[in-house]
């Protein structure tokens, strides 16, 4: 299976495959599972489901939900099994999905509930609660028992918007520090990175040791994976995105600590000459790092899967090491930026409570049976009996790859923060753009954080 590449950060398909998902310590994975989804793309519907999402229908008496997701390749291939064994269990809800591409997939989200064709059940980010309130009801009412001690709580916390729940998680993925170890050993340099003079130092030596380069800030050409990156350097630092409550929210980074961020994602590409300011191709870190020709970069646990070829497999030559990223300066806090795939409940006043009780379940059931979804997409699992299980402790990722465990490690101890819940869409280029330009040499600081900085303050002023 060829790996699809999409304009994003994340991929749009997962080529780990079932082969060696279920190979690590011959444990066998439980089939119905989810890969990594939003962070995926998609495209096309899947499964038994038509493009207008009605399926092939339950028995006659079923409730009948709809649902809407934007996972792509093996997620939605894993995604597909786990509709499928759920509607296999004759609980008298019969579920039809339907596949939208991610790009188009929030437009076509907001014009379904403006029409009054609303699906009961879509797929998107935890931290987007806030932008999809007006489109979405809480579920408080139709949960079941004890429902929120299923799930991490920084990912339950993260789910509530005014003191209602709003969402589910599937998963928590996050970002930190891939190191190619033939790189470093070349260079004879330790990964194990205490503070920013021992990165800093590691880094000159990989270019004057080595004919790589030394880091990346980016891992995807587009402003989404500046964000990402930019967001984990400022906290460290002790800096903020915004500050202020929701709905009154100021932009912050654009104070001295933030300038001073952004001028170290600058010097990266310019000063400290760690890494070229150009692209090949939008994914050309990714490839750049397998190669042997980039040593370290910021990036996703779902990353783990662009290093495959075309085979599915890890190349055997690539060694490489999933490292907390938390070498930054600063004295602000050690965490990580994470997300999380979320089951939202868009509002449909066709939609009866009973077919809103049944989308729940189904919700529940989804994020609660899902141990592939660590191997399939490579996130560690919202749901606490599921992170820990014995399937998902045995997978590859987290045994010889260290990237589920490392993300379990950080989730348990208070590692990860969430971005802002915003009223817009703070994912968006228009914001974020000017940072990867930053990064490109494209523009001065200066001009770069206060572009960005306006046009997110009036974005959240409207």
């Not at 990156?229 to 906290?235: H, N």
């Not at 066709?350 to 997409?377: M, P, R």
Request: hydrophobic share 35%; proline share 3%; aromatic share 12%.
């Amino acid at each position: 299976m060829s790996r699809n590449i999409t304009e994003s950060d994340e991929p749009n398909s997962t080529k780990l495959t079932r082969r060696r998902a279920l190979s690590a310590g011959g444990a066998a994975l439980a089939t119905g599972i989810a890969g990594c989804a939003g962070l995926t793309g998609g495209g096309g519907s899947g499964g038994s489901s038509s493009s207008d999402g009605s399926g092939d229908g339950g028995s006659s008496g079923d409730v009948e939900i709809n649902y809407w997701m934007y996972f792509g390749a093996q997620e939605n291939e894993e995604m597909t099994t786990l509709v499928d064994e759920f509607n296999s269990k004759d609980n008298g809800i019969h579920v039809n999905k339907q596949s939208v591409p991610f790009g188009a997939f929030l437009n076509k989200l907001f014009t379904a509930v403006n029409s009054g064709n609303a699906p009961h059940v879509a797929s998107y980010y935890g931290s987007f609660g806030r932008h999809l309130k007006p489109i979405t009801h809480s579920i408080d009412d139709y949960l079941s028992d004890g429902a929120k001690n299923e799930y991490f709580d920084i990912a339950w916390e993260n789910l509530q918007v005014d003191g209602s729940t709003y969402a589910l998680p599937i998963d928590i993925h996050g970002k930190a520090l891939y190191t190619n170890d033939s790189v470093l050993e070349s260079a004879g340099v330790d990964p194990d990175f205490t503070d920013w003079q021992a990165f800093s130092d590691a880094c000159d030596t990989i270019v004057s040791d080595t004919d790589s380069r030394a880091f990346s800030f980016l891992n995807w050409n587009i402003g989404q994976a500046a964000f990402r990156a930019y967001i984990i350097a400022l906290t460290q630092a002790g800096g903020d995105i915004v500050t202020g409550d929701p709905g009154s929210y100021e932009v912050a980074y654009d104070d001295d600590v933030g300038m001073q961020t952004a001028e170290l994602m600058s010097k990266v590409t310019g000063e400290f000459g760690w890494d070229t300011p150009q692209f090949q191709s939008d994914s050309a870190r990714v490839q750049d790092f397998v190669s042997g020709n980039l040593g370290m970069f910021i990036a996703g646990t779902w990353s783990v899967n662009n290093f495959e070829n075309e085979s599915g497999n890890i190349p055997e030559d690539l060694s490489f090491s999933f490292q907390k990223p938390f070498m930054f300066p600063g004295d602000g806090d050690e965490v990580a930026w994470c997300e999380s795939n979320s089951l939202y409940f868009p509002k449909n006043s066709n939609h009866t409570d009973a077919e809103k009780q049944a989308a729940v379940e189904f919700a529940e059931y989804v994020t609660q049976n899902n141990t592939l979804w660590a191997s399939a997409g490579g996130h560690l699992p919202a749901a606490k009996s599921v992170a820990t299980s014995s399937e998902v402790k045995n997978t590859a990722l987290w045994q010889d790859y260290g990237t589920i465990s490392t993300m379990y490690d950080m989730v348990t101890n208070g590692q990860v923060r969430y971005q802002p819940k915003t009223s817009v869409n703070i994912n968006s280029d228009r914001f974020w753009g000017p940072f990867r330009d930053i990064y490109l040499q494209n523009t001065d600081v200066q001009s770069g954080v206060t572009t960005s900085a306006n046009e997110l303050q009036q974005a959240l002023d409207q």
